[in-house]
Protein backbone atom coordinates (compact mmCIF):
# COMPACT_ATOMS: atom_id res chain seq x y z
CA UNK A 1 0.00 0.00 0.00
CA UNK A 2 1.16 3.56 -0.95
CA UNK A 3 -0.32 6.55 0.14
CA UNK A 4 0.59 10.36 -1.58
CA UNK A 5 -0.75 13.62 -0.63
CA UNK A 6 -0.49 16.57 -2.33
CA UNK A 7 -0.99 20.17 -0.40
CA UNK A 8 -2.83 21.69 -3.69
CA UNK A 9 -6.69 20.47 -4.62
CA UNK A 10 -7.22 17.98 -6.51
CA UNK A 11 -9.24 18.48 -9.80
CA UNK A 12 -10.34 15.34 -11.03
CA UNK A 13 -11.06 12.77 -7.44
CA UNK A 14 -11.81 10.03 -9.92
CA UNK A 15 -8.15 8.89 -10.70
CA UNK A 16 -6.48 8.76 -7.40
CA UNK A 17 -6.28 4.65 -7.06
CA UNK A 18 -4.09 2.61 -9.22
CA UNK A 19 -2.72 -0.92 -9.04
CA UNK A 20 0.43 -2.54 -9.89
CA UNK A 21 1.77 -6.16 -9.73
CA UNK A 22 5.42 -6.81 -8.73
CA UNK A 23 6.69 -10.32 -8.84
CA UNK A 24 9.89 -11.27 -6.84
CA UNK A 25 12.24 -13.26 -7.11
CA UNK A 26 14.62 -15.48 -4.83
CA UNK A 27 17.99 -16.35 -6.62
CA UNK A 28 19.66 -19.60 -5.21
CA UNK A 29 22.88 -18.82 -3.20
CA UNK A 30 26.25 -19.54 -4.84
CA UNK A 31 28.67 -22.30 -4.28
CA UNK A 32 31.90 -21.73 -5.41
CA UNK A 33 35.93 -23.51 -4.63
CA UNK A 34 34.03 -26.34 -3.66
CA UNK A 35 37.19 -29.04 -2.66
CA UNK A 36 38.10 -31.76 -0.31
CA UNK A 37 41.72 -31.88 1.31
CA UNK A 38 41.99 -35.86 0.72
CA UNK A 39 40.35 -36.51 -2.89
CA UNK A 40 41.58 -39.99 -2.94
CA UNK A 41 41.80 -42.16 0.24
CA UNK A 42 44.95 -44.61 -1.49
CA UNK A 43 45.31 -47.53 1.53
CA UNK A 44 41.86 -49.35 2.07
CA UNK A 45 42.44 -50.27 5.82
CA UNK A 46 38.87 -49.76 6.29
CA UNK A 47 39.86 -46.87 8.92
CA UNK A 48 38.32 -44.28 9.06
CA UNK A 49 39.57 -41.16 7.87
CA UNK A 50 39.05 -37.81 8.24
CA UNK A 51 37.95 -35.51 5.24
CA UNK A 52 37.76 -31.74 4.86
CA UNK A 53 35.24 -30.12 2.49
CA UNK A 54 36.36 -26.17 1.36
CA UNK A 55 33.86 -24.08 -0.02
CA UNK A 56 32.54 -20.62 0.18
CA UNK A 57 28.74 -19.45 0.09
CA UNK A 58 27.43 -16.28 -1.47
CA UNK A 59 23.82 -14.59 -1.55
CA UNK A 60 22.07 -11.86 -1.44
CA UNK A 61 19.15 -13.18 0.65
CA UNK A 62 20.36 -13.08 4.78
CA UNK A 63 21.86 -15.86 6.13
CA UNK A 64 22.89 -18.99 4.50
CA UNK A 65 22.55 -22.59 6.45
CA UNK A 66 24.89 -24.99 4.82
CA UNK A 67 24.96 -28.83 5.30
CA UNK A 68 26.73 -31.85 3.85
CA UNK A 69 25.25 -35.29 2.69
CA UNK A 70 27.62 -38.42 1.41
CA UNK A 71 27.02 -41.47 -0.11
CA UNK A 72 28.70 -44.35 -2.11
CA UNK A 73 28.65 -46.07 -5.77
CA UNK A 74 29.49 -49.50 -3.46
CA UNK A 75 26.99 -50.60 -0.94
CA UNK A 76 27.72 -50.38 3.01
CA UNK A 77 27.00 -53.72 3.79
CA UNK A 78 27.03 -56.81 1.75
CA UNK A 79 27.85 -60.64 2.09
CA UNK A 80 31.89 -61.69 2.40
CA UNK A 81 31.57 -63.53 -0.73
CA UNK A 82 30.54 -60.10 -3.03
CA UNK A 83 31.97 -56.82 -1.11
CA UNK A 84 35.01 -58.63 0.63
CA UNK A 85 35.83 -57.20 4.21
CA UNK A 86 34.53 -54.08 2.94
CA UNK A 87 31.07 -55.19 3.30
CA UNK A 88 31.61 -56.07 6.84
CA UNK A 89 31.62 -52.48 8.70
CA UNK A 90 28.87 -49.89 8.94
CA UNK A 91 28.79 -46.98 8.96
CA UNK A 92 30.79 -46.04 6.20
CA UNK A 93 30.73 -42.28 6.87
CA UNK A 94 30.03 -39.45 9.25
CA UNK A 95 29.01 -36.06 9.11
CA UNK A 96 30.37 -34.32 11.73
CA UNK A 97 29.58 -30.51 10.49
CA UNK A 98 29.48 -28.37 7.33
CA UNK A 99 32.97 -29.04 6.37
CA UNK A 100 33.80 -32.52 8.11
CA UNK A 101 33.22 -35.49 6.96
CA UNK A 102 34.68 -39.52 8.29
CA UNK A 103 34.92 -41.95 5.00
CA UNK A 104 35.68 -45.26 5.70
CA UNK A 105 38.67 -45.93 3.37
CA UNK A 106 37.79 -49.30 1.95
CA UNK A 107 36.58 -50.54 -1.58
CA UNK A 108 34.52 -53.92 -2.81
CA UNK A 109 37.01 -56.56 -4.08
CA UNK A 110 34.99 -56.81 -7.02
CA UNK A 111 34.38 -53.14 -8.11
CA UNK A 112 36.62 -50.51 -9.81
CA UNK A 113 37.09 -48.47 -6.56
CA UNK A 114 34.74 -46.74 -4.38
CA UNK A 115 33.39 -42.99 -5.03
CA UNK A 116 32.37 -41.09 -2.23
CA UNK A 117 29.96 -38.72 -3.73
CA UNK A 118 29.51 -35.33 -0.61
CA UNK A 119 27.10 -33.19 -1.61
CA UNK A 120 26.79 -29.43 -0.40
CA UNK A 121 23.48 -27.88 0.46
CA UNK A 122 23.09 -24.51 0.83
CA UNK A 123 19.99 -23.10 1.66
CA UNK A 124 19.11 -19.51 2.40
CA UNK A 125 16.46 -17.37 4.29
CA UNK A 126 13.96 -16.90 1.40
CA UNK A 127 14.02 -20.52 0.52
CA UNK A 128 16.64 -20.57 -2.46
CA UNK A 129 18.46 -23.50 -2.42
CA UNK A 130 22.16 -24.77 -4.31
CA UNK A 131 23.97 -27.81 -4.10
CA UNK A 132 27.53 -29.00 -5.55
CA UNK A 133 28.87 -32.23 -5.09
CA UNK A 134 32.45 -32.88 -4.50
CA UNK A 135 34.18 -36.25 -4.79
CA UNK A 136 36.57 -38.95 -2.70
CA UNK A 137 37.78 -42.27 -4.03
CA UNK A 138 39.11 -45.44 -2.60
CA UNK A 139 40.64 -46.89 -6.44
CA UNK A 140 41.24 -50.58 -6.94
CA UNK A 141 44.69 -49.64 -7.91
CA UNK A 142 46.30 -47.26 -5.85
CA UNK A 143 49.51 -47.24 -6.53
CA UNK A 144 49.91 -49.80 -9.42
CA UNK A 145 51.68 -52.89 -7.58
CA UNK A 146 48.75 -54.49 -6.02
CA UNK A 147 44.54 -54.76 -6.16
Known amino acids: TSTVSAATADPD?????????????????SISGASVNRPHLLLPLHQMVPVTVSYAVTDSCGAVTTTLS????????APVFQQGLAGLTSPDWVVLDANQVRLRAERSVRGDGRVYTIRITATDEGGGIATQDVTVTVPRRAFGWFD
Open 13 to 29: PANNAASVTVAATNAAP
Open 70 to 77: VTSNEPVT
